[in-house]
């Protein structure tokens, strides 16, 4: 079965149908970049409002989550106090005391609250892993809410036919998988990039926020809601079979038929989205801040994220500064050739160092990514080098005693800003996968908002301040062979 698996891992995916997604936001009439009243400062980011739907609020409507403890508070005290609906879509649940207690809160709102509605999502490979996983955790809830709980399992159509009968676990999960952190509570959503386990409740960094609007919170239910109809559904006795409202399984029938009509599901909840916001875009005069949410799912042939994530990068002037961050280094080709090419922003780049790397002491091959992306980030840098831009892109690595290092995203700081005017938080972590494998979801935030600015540069001065200029150990630490040579053939899989 090993030459199979080599073979099959050695290949690349069948790229999905390329629908023109960002086209279907231009049919719009009167869809003109309109800036953002009462922030001159911020108009070279105006091409923003022609990428994406835009939800202006207040920056006092949000809140920016530092520690994996708040952040594991905050999601209990949330379900606890929810009313009407409660939608988590996370990559998987673990099995520990901690997600044993959040269960047992959901269990408590659902039986005091009769109109709750709960909604999860998880990836299928990943949530039904082992005898005790995600899908076990929470199936007592939907034997016993039958009325008020959708479980749904996302299951990508790239793991079928052969792929899925021989691929064992873990191997079947490098093909693809639901990514996406969100966390939504009546009209409040948190949008991260870390897991519901325990580790991302206790020591592994990441970045959460939390934004207090009702319109957004409608966007993203109703977008997961769209997933779950292409996902699995669980039933009470265990079972997976398809949505209510679906007829293909993503594993049989036609792949192409799957994609193209998944596709469409999310193409034109964005296209409804983007117009009605355009529409009323004018009904916040006090706003401040606007929130653009992107979405990336190249499974199906969504690239939306991606391309907007390109053109901040490309759009970046001379005199201002980016600090970008990933809990695992491995941008895209196109990435670090807009860095290095069209990017004139002065770069800080932090991710975790091996130490802090949740793979460190992992058996078997899993032990070797550390090692693989220090080789990725030496390779860059030589490439910076050898083009003489090494000056305007430096690199860090997170380092905490006991921790490990997730957190994401991007600071953007037009020139003479002293706070950054712009952030990318979520899911991506900017890499193959994230642009090509996997479903990911972040929210470009920009704001002229002061005490947000200044809360998001606390943000990323509480990850920077544990962190080292890391030039000099990424060209020396030495690389194992095996790693060098997998890297060559695995990179688009991690």
């Given at each position: 079965?090993?030459?199979y698996?080599?073979?099959?891992?050695?290949?690349?995916l069948?790229?999905?149908?390329?629908?023109d997604?960002?086209?279907?936001?231009?049919q719009?009439?009167?869809?003109?970049a309109?800036?953002?009243p009462?922030?001159p400062?911020?108009?070279?980011l105006?091409?923003l409002?022609n990428?994406a739907?835009?939800?202006p609020?207040?920056?006092?409507?949000?809140?920016?989550?530092?520690?994996p403890?708040?952040?594991?508070?905050?999601?209990?005290?949330?379900?606890g106090?929810?009313k009407?609906?409660?939608?988590l879509?996370?990559?998987?649940l673990?099995?520990?005391?901690?997600?044993?207690?959040?269960?047992?809160?959901?269990?408590?709102?659902l039986?005091?609250q009769?109109?709750?509605?709960?909604n999860?999502?998880l990836?299928?490979?990943?949530g039904?892993?082992?005898?005790?996983?995600s899908?076990?955790?929470?199936?007592p809830l939907?034997?016993?809410?039958?009325?008020?709980?959708?479980?749904s399992?996302?299951?990508?159509?790239?793991?079928?036919?052969?792929?899925?009968r021989?691929?064992p676990?873990?191997w079947n999960e490098?093909?693809?998988?639901?990514?996406?952190?969100?966390?939504l509570?009546?009209?409040?959503?948190?949008?991260?990039g870390?897991?519901?386990?325990?580790d991302?409740?206790?020591?592994?960094?990441?970045?959460?926020i939390?934004?207090?609007?009702k319109?957004?919170?409608?966007?993203?239910?109703?977008?997961i809601?769209?997933?779950?109809?292409?996902?699995?559904?669980?039933?009470p006795?265990?079972s997976?079979?398809?949505?209510r409202?679906w007829?293909?399984?993503?594993?049989e029938?036609?792949?192409?038929?799957?994609i193209q009509?998944?596709?469409k599901?999310?193409?034109d909840?964005?296209?409804?989205?983007?117009q009605?916001?355009t529409?009323?875009?004018?009904?916040?005069p006090?706003a401040?801040?606007?929130?653009?949410p992107l979405?990336?799912?190249?499974?199906?042939?969504i690239?939306?994220?991606?391309?907007?994530?390109?053109?901040?990068?490309?759009?970046?002037?001379s005199?201002?500064?980016?600090?970008?961050?990933?809990?695992y280094f491995?941008?895209?080709?196109?990435y670090?050739?807009?860095?290095t090419?069209k990017c004139?922003?002065?770069c800080?780049?932090?991710?975790?160092?091996?130490?802090?790397?949740g793979?460190?002491?992992?058996?078997?091959?899993?032990?070797?990514?550390?090692?693989?992306?220090?080789?990725?980030?030496?390779s860059?840098?030589?490439?910076?080098?050898?083009?003489?831009q090494n000056?305007?892109v430096?690199?860090f690595?997170?380092?905490?005693?006991g921790?490990?290092y997730?957190?994401?995203?991007?600071?953007?700081?037009?020139?003479e800003?002293?706070?950054?005017?712009?952030?990318l938080?979520?899911?991506?972590?900017?890499g193959e996968?994230?642009?090509?494998?996997d479903?990911?979801?972040?929210?470009?935030?920009?704001?002229?908002?002061?005490?947000?600015s200044?809360?998001l540069?606390?943000?990323?001065?509480?990850?920077?301040?544990?962190?080292?200029?890391?030039?000099?150990?990424?060209v020396?630490?030495?690389v194992?062979?095996w790693?060098?040579a997998?890297?060559?053939?695995?990179?688009?899989f991690?």
């Open positions: 079965m090993m030459p698996l080599r073979r099959l891992f050695s290949q690349e069948s790229p999905a149908a390329q629908g997604f960002l086209g279907c936001l231009q719009a009439p009167n869809v003109l309109t800036g953002f009462g922030a400062a911020l108009e070279s105006s091409w409002h990428l739907p835009c939800f609020l207040r920056g006092d409507q949000i809140q920016v989550i530092h520690e403890k708040h952040f594991y508070e905050t999601l209990v005290q949330r379900i106090q929810a009407r609906r409660i939608v879509a996370s990559l998987y673990g099995t520990g005391q901690l997600e044993n207690a959040m269960v047992q809160t959901l269990r408590h709102s039986e005091q009769s109109a709750l509605r709960l999860v999502l990836d299928f490979t990943r039904t892993r082992g005898i005790l996983n899908k076990t955790m929470l199936l939907v034997r016993d809410f039958a009325s008020q709980v959708q479980l399992l996302y299951h990508t159509p790239d793991l079928r036919g052969m792929t899925k021989l691929a676990p873990r490098l093909l693809g998988l639901q990514h996406m952190k969100v966390y509570f009546d009209d409040a959503v948190i949008i991260s870390a897991n519901l386990s325990n991302y409740f206790t020591n592994r960094q990441d970045r959460y939390l934004i207090e609007d319109p957004l919170a409608d966007f993203y239910a109703q977008f809601e769209r997933v779950q109809e292409f996902s699995l559904a669980v039933a006795d265990a997976e079979g398809l949505h409202n007829r293909i399984l993503p594993y029938g036609t792949k192409e038929q799957f009509l998944a596709r599901r999310i193409s909840l964005v296209q409804e989205t983007f009605r916001q529409q009323t875009k004018d009904q916040n006090q401040d801040t606007w929130i653009f979405l990336e799912m190249g499974q199906i042939g690239h939306h994220d991606s391309v907007v994530t390109k053109r901040l990068l490309s759009n970046c002037v005199g201002s500064r980016l600090k970008l961050a990933t809990g491995n941008l895209t080709q196109e670090m050739d807009t860095l090419h004139l922003a002065q800080s780049i932090l991710m975790a160092h091996p130490n802090a790397n793979f460190q002491g992992a058996k078997g091959p899993a032990g070797g990514i550390p090692a693989a992306y220090t080789l990725i980030a030496k860059f840098y030589e490439s910076l080098v050898r083009r003489k000056h305007r430096n690199f690595e997170y380092e905490k005693p921790w490990t997730h957190a994401k995203g991007l600071w953007y700081y037009l020139p800003a002293l706070l950054p005017n712009l952030t938080i979520g899911s991506s972590n900017f996968r994230s642009v090509n494998r479903l990911e979801t972040q929210v470009c935030l920009v704001t002229a908002n002061k005490d947000l200044q809360r540069q606390a943000e990323a001065d509480r990850l920077y301040d544990l962190s080292q200029t890391a030039e000099r150990e990424i020396q630490r030495p194992p062979r790693v060098q997998v890297v060559r053939i695995f990179r688009n991690f």
